[in-house]
C-alpha cells in the first residue's frame, strides 16, 4: 500500500475531533478507498473507543459494521499544526491535543499491520514532530516510507 500525494492535506485549521475524522474520511472517499458511509462508522468508532493515541496524534478507522463499505486498503493524513482536541467532552480528562490525523481503512484486517507500525514510528515524538512541521505532501511520505510495506 502506498501513500499518494492526494491522500494528504497539510496546514489545516480544524475546530473539533469530529471535523478532524470527517476530512480524514473523505481524502479516503476521494481516493476510492471507502464508500461515503465510512466516513460515519470512523465518528461512531470514535464515540465508542478513542481514537487518540497519545503523542499527538489520532488513528481514526471504521467500526466492525463500517468494514463493509472499504473498496480498498488505504491511509490519509491531516496535519494540523495548531492542533485540534480529541478528548472526550463529557470526560474531565486532560486535553489531547492531536497534530495529525491518520485516516485508516483496511480490507481483511491489512489496517492492523498499518496501524502498529504507525504507532511505532509515532512513539518517538520527534517523528511526530517532523509529520507536523512538514511542508509538503512528499516530505510526509517520505517520513512514513517504511509504514505500510
Given amino acids: 500500500m502506498k501513500l499518494e500525494t492526494s491522500m494528504i492535506k497539510l496546514n489545516q485549521d480544524v475546530p473539533t475531533r469530529e471535523q478532524a475524522i470527517r476530512m480524514a474520511g473523505q481524502l479516503l472517499v476521494d481516493g476510492g478507498c ?10 461512531a468508532r470514535n464515540e465508542d473507543v478513542s481514537t487518540y493515541m497519545g503523542n ?34 463529557n470526560d474531565d480528562g486532560a486535553e489531547q491535543l492531536v497534530t495529525v490525523v491518520f485516516g485508516i481503512a483496511g480490507l481483511n484486517n491489512e489496517h492492523l499491520n498499518i496501524l502498529s507500525q504507525i504507532a511505532i514510528f509515532c512513539s518517538d515524538v520527534s517523528n511526530v514532530a517532523k509529520l507536523a512541521d512538514a511542508q509538503s505532501p512528499q516530505e510526509v511520505i517520505d517520513l512514513l516510507k517504511n509504514v505500510g510495506e
Avoid at 34 to 43: A, F, G, H
Avoid at 63 to 89: A, C, E, R, Y
Fill in 34 to 43: 471507502v464508500e461515503p458511509e465510512y466516513i460515519d462508522s470512523m465518528i
Fill in 56 to 89: 499527538f496524534i489520532a488513528i481514526p478507522h471504521g467500526t466492525d459494521d463500517g468494514k463493509k463499505f472499504i473498496k480498498k486498503t488505504g491511509i490519509s493524513v491531516v496535519q494540523i499544526p495548531m492542533g485540534v482536541d480529541f478528548s472526550d467532552p
